[in-house]
């Protein structure tokens, strides 16, 4: 099985700073592209951002500015620096990536840790 666990998420004021991790364990030959989407109450999932393993990296707008996905790819760990927190970032923060595992066949699959709660308050 491959497993991400989320961590970081908290509770902040508005325009505080949060910084969550997304670490990876289990048989993974490599991740590709990581990404962190978000699920507020009664909205639909949200992608907030990616990252390929080469570093490129791509924002929903709203966010534009205020975080910063990357990610280790030696400790298969990825990060969202997340600054200038408004009541509209509220949510949990889920990670997913796109895994490559070795077996018979070489797969691949995206991968979803459980999520961390970020609530900013106003």
């Known amino acids: 099985q491959v497993h991400l666990v989320e961590s970081g998420g908290g509770r902040v004021q508005t325009g505080g700073s949060l910084r969550l991790s997304c670490g990876a364990s289990g048989s993974i030959f490599s991740i590709r592209t990581m990404g962190w989407y978000r699920q507020a109450p009664g909205k639909q999932r949200e992608l907030v951002a990616t990252?390929?393993?080469?570093?490129?990296?791509n924002y929903v707008e709203s966010v534009k500015g205020r975080f910063t996905i990357s990610r280790d790819n030696a400790k298969n760990t990825m990060y969202l620096q997340m600054k200038s927190l408004k009541p509209e970032d509220t949510a949990v923060y889920l990670c997913?990536?796109?895994?490559?595992?070795?077996?018979?066949?070489?797969?691949?699959?995206?991968?979803w840790g459980q999520g961390t709660q970020v609530t900013v308050s106003s």
């Open positions: 990252i390929t393993s080469g570093g490129t990296t």
């Open positions: 997913n990536a796109e895994v490559v595992v070795l077996g018979e066949y070489t797969r691949k699959f995206y991968a």
